[in-house]
Nanobody, 126 residues
Framework: QVQLVESGGGLVQAGDSLRLSCAAS????????MGWFRQAPGKEREFVAA????????LYADSVKGRFTISSDTAKNTVYLQMRSLNHEDTAVYYC???????????????????WGQGTQVTVSS
């Protein structure tokens, strides 16, 4: 059983930065991609970013491009989401997920992912 555990969420002010972490229990995710999604109250789960576990490529939602950076540390089995210039619209529960396959546009949909974490709350006060 694979477990993904997110951490790093919290309450910040608009303009602040925050880094989320996703620790995977499985030692290797060869041929997997890791993604971050978010879900605000009353809204559907929204793609944020994805990365090939091997670091071969990244994908971002237009709403976060240039502000968020996804990265991976295979030695620590951890994926990160560095968030900068946060605004109120970034407030949501952020989920980490793992999907078999290569990086590509299909990874922008939740249905592509096989494993999910429990989520971490990010609240940005305006």
């Amino acid at each position: 059983q694979v477990q993904l555990v997110e951490s790093g969420g919290g309450l910040v002010q608009a303009g602040d930065s925050l880094r989320l972490s996703c620790a995977a229990s499985r030692r290797t995710f060869t041929n997997f991609a890791m993604g971050w999604f978010r879900q605000a109250p009353g809204k559907e789960r929204e793609f944020v970013a994805a990365i090939s576990w091997s670091g071969g490529g990244t994908l971002y939602a237009d709403s976060v491009k240039g502000r968020f950076t996804i990265s991976s540390d295979t030695a620590k089995n951890t994926v990160y989401l560095q968030m900068r210039s946060l605004n109120h619209e970034d407030t949501a529960v952020y989920y980490c997920a793992a999907a078999p396959g290569r990086i590509g546009r299909p990874l922008m949909t939740p249905a592509a992912y096989k494993y999910w974490g429990q989520g971490t709350q990010v609240t940005v006060s305006s």
